[in-house]
């Protein structure tokens, strides 16, 4: 289980796996994406480590998560288990644990916190681009009509996943390796088209008249 940094009792709210939909698709390669995972899980495993252990109020971050959950499972069609047996409180935690992590990350490896502006602009964002406003006029409700309730529970993961994903692909540092194994095997496909074409023969073959065969 991970465990939460000091830094992140600042947070009330980081949930929304399920808000995985609203988030910007971003162009990388399948293998850069599953890089990013592997990259990502280290940096959290990472920060939980070094950082302190007090916890924040984890409790309030599950039973919000749990509110959002229980409305995007609602609108599951088909026959369906109860949702405490899709989602038991064990796993929620799980999920609240790590996007608190994703945002201990962010702030401990690249010195990014998330700021109430950046938050207003995302639920601003997500109030005028959303493609299903009665499940989002739902979220809130089961929200309280809490706009800080939404903004943490919601909106933050999504600028979490957003900014730690964009400090990731632009990490020089990080990526260094593979740029110069990349580099190599470009000029070795170089290299080798080279000695192709000076291996190829310099005169034209001769074209026989058909009628002279």
């Known amino acids: 289980m991970l465990i939460p940094a ?25 293998h850069a994406t599953a890089v990013y995972g ?9 920060t939980c ?3 302190a252990a007090a916890e924040p109020d984890v409790a309030a971050l599950c039973a919000d998560r749990a509110a959002i959950e229980r409305v995007y ?11 405490e047996e899709t989602l038991p409180a064990e796993a929620l935690r799980r999920l609240v644990e790590t996007d608190l992590a994703k945002e201990a990350a962010l702030k401990n490896v690249y010195g990014v916190e998330v700021t109430p502006a950046m938050l ?15 499940i989002l006029a739902e979220l809130k409700a089961a929200l309280g009509h809490d706009t800080n309730r939404f903004a943490r529970t919601v909106a933050k993961p999504i600028v979490v996943e957003r900014l730690l994903r964009n400090r990731f692909e632009n990490d020089d540092q990080l990526h260094a390796p593979q740029r110069r194994e990349a580099e190599k095997v470009r000029e070795q496909l170089l290299a ?3 000695s192709r074409r000076e291996e190829a023969p310099s005169e034209k073959s001769e074209i026989r008249n058909p009628k002279q065969v």
């Open 192 to 194: 080798t088209r080279s």
């Open 73 to 83: 499972y609602s609108h599951r069609t088909g026959t369906k288990p109860p949702f």
């Open 6 to 30: 000091k830094d992140m009792c600042e947070t009330d709210c980081n949930a929304a796996d399920a808000t995985l939909a609203l988030m910007v698709q971003n162009n990388g390669t399948r």
């Open 49 to 51: 480590a070094i950082a």
């Open 38 to 46: 592997y990259v990502t899980l280290g940096l959290i495993t990472l």
């Open 120 to 134: 207003a602009a995302e639920v601003q964002r997500i109030n005028t681009t959303t493609r299903a406003p009665e």
